[in-house]
């Protein structure tokens, strides 16, 4: 279980950014998760919760976009998602693909509510 | 209410030390490798094997990483190489900031191969960098065969599966092809070696495979 660590890393990242924008409230944070980052999204948002209650953060959300393993067929060139890399392409069949995506683990986005923009970040 | 794109990793902090390891091995001509299993696996057994190996000539260190005691240090040291245990006090992988910590009054410029024996668990350190050139899994065949199936993640990043504990095979239920075809839908170019760290079967490839690293890392650096 390091959801938590990774929680920490996402609430020092709010702190960090919350300075440019005073007088603002950061409401809501969009985090990536693929599946192949060994990361589970449900024990991340309860640590989220735990972590944000009764700091000064609240009200804060948290939105997570899970993302599939994305290939490319190496024969057609289709792009599909597939949990397996040896997986049959849908399109052609064949077998064997190149891996594109889906072990994000990233910040993708704040919401922030009445803040004025520092000048030059 | 604005939106502000952020697009960074959440580990930002942990890959930019990673990153700054990453630079330092390079810069020393360092071969680290970070083993990854679950608890039980074998991963201190493999790495006396590995260490009583080598020649005391031979330029290697090891890190090894657990929650509590300093047992698998000891266990290591006994091989005259120098080894520090890493005790984590609850957390369940290691991460960049401890291995730059480890690291300090070690002279990098006396070190050829740094072995890292991570937390023994399949999950939470494939999240953190070390700076590693290599990631390798350890699985051995007491344990299912579709463990890479179930944890991806460390599959998908090792280089290397070692499958360890082969001399048991005859008496547990552990189909090792399917547990190599598994692996290698998850990943495939994983490299593949048989070992039993009781018997020393695989040894001789598992050796091999290192020895290849390091000619690889050897021609790279008299190149440039």
């Known amino acids: 279980m390091h959801e938590m660590g990774i929680v920490n890393s996402v609430l020092d990242a709010i702190r960090a950014e919350t300075r440019r924008f005073p007088g603002g409230h950061i409401y809501k944070v969009g985090v990536r998760i693929g599946e192949l980052a060994g990361v589970n999204p449900d024990a991340m948002s309860f640590c989220f919760e735990a972590l944000v209650r009764g700091t000064e953060l609240e009200p804060l959300v948290l939105e997570i976009e899970y993302c599939p393993r994305r290939c490319q067929c190496l024969a057609c060139g289709y792009l599909y998602t597939a949990a397996q890399e040896d997986s049959a392409c849908p399109e052609c069949g064949m077998r064997g693909s190149q891996f594109l995506g889906g072990d994000e683990l990233d910040l993708a986005y704040l919401e922030v509510e009445n803040g004025a923009r520092n000048a030059g970040t | ?224």
């Not at chain 2, 930002?12 to 630079?23: G, K, T």
């Not at chain 2, 065949?141 to 199936?149: A, Q, R």
């Not at chain 2, 552990?174 to 020393?200: G, L, M, P």
Request: glycine fraction near 4%; charge should be neutral.
């Open chain 2, 1 to 224: 209410m604005e939106r502000v794109t952020l697009e960074r990793k959440v580990l930002s902090e942990n890959d930019r030390i990673a990153a700054s390891l990453r630079a330092r091995f390079a810069q020393h001509n360092i071969l680290c490798l970070n083993l990854i299993s679950s608890p039980g696996s074998g991963k201190t057994s493999l790495l006396e094997r590995t260490l009583e190996s080598f020649d005391r000539r031979e330029r290697v260190a090891v890190l090894t990483g657990d929650i509590q005691t300093e047992n698998d240090a000891k266990r290591l040291a006994r091989f005259g190489f120098p080894v520090k245990q890493i005790t984590t006090s609850g957390t369940c992988h290691l991460d960049a900031r401890m291995i730059e910590k480890a690291l300090l009054d070690w002279r990098l410029e006396d070190i050829d191969l740094l072995l890292i024996e991570n937390v023994g668990n399949l999950v939470c350190p494939s999240s953190y960098d070390l700076g590693e050139g290599a990631k390798l899994v350890v699985l051995s065949v007491t344990e299912g065969e579709d463990k890479p199936l179930k944890y991806p993640s460390i599959f998908f990043k090792s280089e290397l599966l070692i499958l360890n504990k082969i001399d048991l095979l005859p008496y547990v239920p552990f189909d090792i092809s399917a547990a190599e075809e598994n692996s290698r839908s998850v990943h495939r170019d994983i490299e593949i070696v048989r070992v039993s760290c009781q018997t020393r079967q695989g040894m001789t490839e598992w050796l091999a495979w290192l020895d290849r690293k390091r000619e690889i890392l050897r021609t790279a650096a008299s190149a440039v």
